[in-house]
């Protein structure tokens, strides 16, 4: 079975990218699993905290991606960057330097906006940035109007295109 992974950039409680993790069991292989990682009580990195001062979260948090197959993270647009959730995830996983547990993972990015931009900025700068870490990029999912894609009253994409998207983002972790 995969071990798959997801973040959400936002702790928003109607969050999009949160619900699209949450629609993915729906849309993976019987072979994968797709955990969403609750970052609600991860704190903003501080170096003084490794070690033996490393939160409960934090440790739980390099647990669970050093046993993963692969990430989702799901990543919000805001003012044409990742939100500082995404990166402070993205600081904890990387540390120390050089060996931190995100090294060579595989990673799918997923970034949509309710506005026309849909996404491509954020994904841009995540496509640069992690290969950095030696991840591999397996797919890169984007959509503008992500509102008028999902369900209002459920953790459900309506949107046939968007659907096959992400199923082959997915797919992608081979």
């Known amino acids: ?19 699209i993790i949450r629609s993915l069991a729906g849309l993976c292989p019987k072979d994968m699993a797709v955990t969403l990682f609750d970052l609600s009580a991860i704190p903003f990195y501080n170096e003084d905290l490794e070690g033996d001062q490393l939160p409960a979260a934090v440790h739980a948090l390099r647990s669970d991606v050093d046993a993963a197959d692969g990430i989702i993270f799901a990543a919000p647009e805001y003012n044409f960057s990742y939100s500082a959730l995404t990166k402070n995830t993205i600081d904890w996983l990387t540390r120390p330097k050089g060996a931190g547990v995100l090294r060579d993972k595989k990673v799918a990015l997923i970034c949509v906006t309710p506005g026309p931009g849909g996404g491509k900025n954020v994904s841009k700068l995540l496509g640069d940035l992690l290969p950095f870490f030696g991840n591999t990029i397996v797919s890169t999912v984007t959509s503008p109007s992500i509102a008028e894609k999902i369900a209002p009253d459920a953790d459900e994409i309506t949107d046939l295109e968007f659907k096959a998207s992400l199923t082959q983002a997915l797919d992608a972790f081979g």
């Open 1 to 19: 079975m995969k071990n798959i992974i997801a973040f959400s950039g936002s702790t928003r409680s109607g969050s999009f990218h949160t619900r």
